[in-house]
């Protein structure tokens, strides 16, 4: 096997287990909002996610609080409100589903 196939293959397996985590951490998030009374919940941590709005001044906004809206999970930011996080990172939705989980589970 040359170099550029091994690391093709090492992407490869990378991308199953980013796909399988961001799958997992959007079926907890979505799994705890529903236990909730209001499906919503208000973090009081530093989580942010990487925003994509219309003026993109600020890269990363911090969240003030994740719901169910629809069936899809949204969050309320710093820089706008009904934010759709279905499409963040790997590392952003396993941030957003810690953040939850310790609020939750005490």
Known sequence: ??????????????RDVEIELCNMCISFIIEKLYSLPSNKIYLNSE???????FYDINPYSKIK??????????????DEDDYKITNANADELYEI?????SITEK
């Not at 609080?65 to 710093?78: F, H, R």
């Open 1 to 14: 096997m040359t170099e550029i196939e091994v690391l093709n293959k090492k992407f490869e397996d990378f």
């Open 47 to 53: 989580v942010t996610i990487m925003y994509i709005g």
């Open 97 to 101: 589903a810690k953040a939850i989980s």
């Open 65 to 78: 609080c994740v719901y169910l809206k629809n069936g899809d999970i949204y969050a309320d930011t710093e």
